[in-house]
């Protein structure tokens, strides 16, 4: 009975909806005569309808659902109650004329800002009902003279700030109040836009607490505001709030960068500013603070007691050990052992550790096998990896097992723990995948499987990949279930004996080949660009680069101040733009990538295939201007997650070339001259054929280092969740 109600209900709206806007179509309002003098907003409303329902692209609904019910709601509220307003309206003998012009014009606004914010998807247009209902609620108080805080306080921030917009209410006593409502209600919905709406206007009543809320959601966003010399930053630099004044204090210091990972000790009494600048004097002595603090923080995850500003710390361990450690002993790899090791031998194991996970993209195979992986053990009284991982509260755990699969260090890892622990620790390795906050983890364990050897290991670890996807499965987890079903297809695909097709697996993009249609613009010539950077190692690799092509008669290149152009002579049209590697320290290199990106928009000139010729602290640059046309992207040493993930979200369709150290030119030049030959002859790119004519013809060992797009299952992994969790 209530179904057949419901149904009639639907069907009598429905007829009534339409019969109104027949009457509205064929005449500018229901019952205005063209004398009336305020005809020009009766015909003003009447426009602002139309285009809702062309808006729907229906003629007879205001379409915006798949939802019948919704759309009849919806053309009710647009057509037929704004109908009946205009008519009452008019029909209105305690208005005057002023009056009667005014409210017809706040609907047109309410309207035309309803069509407006449809376009722009800043109003869901599922929401007209609640909309026209508060127009009416808050012109029935402004008509008595009322203030209208009541009804914008009572609606979501879309409508109220439809409502403090419409000239209706222009001269409501509320006006200004319901306008801080708004504002407040839009900085709860946007939290992460509250710094940059206060730069613009920071005089609200409730600014300072509005400050102490975003102190507390982004500390180091406050930091950053705290340290400017306008208004906002006076006036951030003033709250009396705990967690406000110790991070002013430190935007306002000299060394407040490097007081900044610090800050959750520092806002809790833990530690001293003094105690951080006597360790900063000495580089090892802040490198171990650093170790140390990252170790105490990484014991209170488990007991859910985030601390603030962990990853500025991690960032910060991170990049100092690369300065000050990983990028010497990487110089030195002719050197002897005992020369090249030596920086390292006052470090702990603890601290080597961290060497190893967070300078992963720079680390030689050479320094951490013969040097920071060897040493750990050797500094240990007794060497066992599991009370390692103990000492630094599993943090990165997966990282390491990841490295150590990668270097073949894995079984003797693994060999200096029982094996009942060695078990329960690659359990752990595959196991709550589904409770990490971001997906480095579960791409840690999708590049590690293909390089772990040990059969047993290997049993160990899809076992609890299949028994993963089995419990979120049942637990109705998505997240989970996606993870742990690509992980199963992507192992499943390292048996070449299984024949998975990847992409008909997974339902992404071709992984084994690209295809020249793909690479080719308009104009049928394949674009590429090349990014240098003006330090020593760029100045040297773009020379190394040029020779590829200098005096070879398939290739023509032209230069001017800023960049080159190299063209193919024969063949299919290939251009191959490169800025100059000018001077690093005056951002001269920086200043020639702009101009360089500025002429190939103008130009149409979209790459196709994108190159990172630069250490790995330059990527980020890379990334900042990468082309969302790259179907193939070379990375260099900086394939880690959040570089693929930066990539993939800009361009998802990228097949990415990535080594797991610093690149040489001896394996970089026949990779491009590869890809470059391919194009240049027209063909398809295929991955495994081409990857495997390189396997024989270059000789040096690092090559082994460099992952082709095929077999990059951390890039492919990204592509599938991205796919699977609809995050394109």
Known sequence: MKVLVRICCSLLLMATVSGVWAQTSDTPAKNILRSNPRIL????????????????????????????????????????????????????????????????????????????????????????????????????ADKKGENMTLQIAKYPYAVGNVLIRASSFIDNPGLKESGYIVFRKYCALHPNDILPKLRVNSDYPFTDSLIIAAAHRDPKKLYDYAAAGNKLGSRIRNVDEPLVRTVSQLATSRSGQLYFPFLDNLYHGKITLDQVDKAAENDETYYKLLVKTQIEYAGRLPERDTPMEMQALTDMLGRKGKQVYVSQINALHDSPDAIRFKILQSLTPEELYYLAVLGEDEIYTSSYTNGVYKLIFQKMAVPRGDSLLMRVNFDHFRKFIKMSAGYNTLDHFLGTMEKDNAIALMRAFALRLEKTRDMEDPVDVADSYGSIRNEEIKAIVLREIKQGYATNRQNGNKKGEVIYNILETLFASSDTSQHVDLSAKLGIPPVYNVSYKSLSSDSGAVIQQVFFYGDKDGIDSYANFMGMFRGNPNWKVVSNKQWVEISSTKGKPVRIFANLPLDNDTDQDAKAQHALSAYMSEKGLSPTIVVHRGHSYHVKYTIAQLAPSARVVILGSCGGYHNLDQVLDISPDAHIISSKQVGTRVVNEPILQSINECVRSGKNIEWISMWGDLASRVKDERFEDYIPPHKNLGAIFIKAYKKAMGEE
């Open 41 to 140: 907003w009766h015909d003003k409303i009447d426009e602002e309808q139309k285009k809702a329902l062309a808006l729907g692209k229906a003629s007879d609904v205001v379409k915006v659902s798949e939802d019948e019910s919704i759309n009849l709601q919806v053309t009710d509220a647009v057509i037929r109650k704004v109908d009946k307003f205009q008519d009452e309206v008019e029909a209105d003998s305690t208005l005057d004329h002023r009056l009667k012009v005014k409210y017809l014009r706040g609907m047109e606004d309410v309207l035309r800002l309803y069509n407006t914010g449809w376009q722009d998807r800043s109003f869901k247009p599922a929401q007209a009902p609640e909309l026209v209902a508060a127009y009416f609620e808050t012109m029935k």
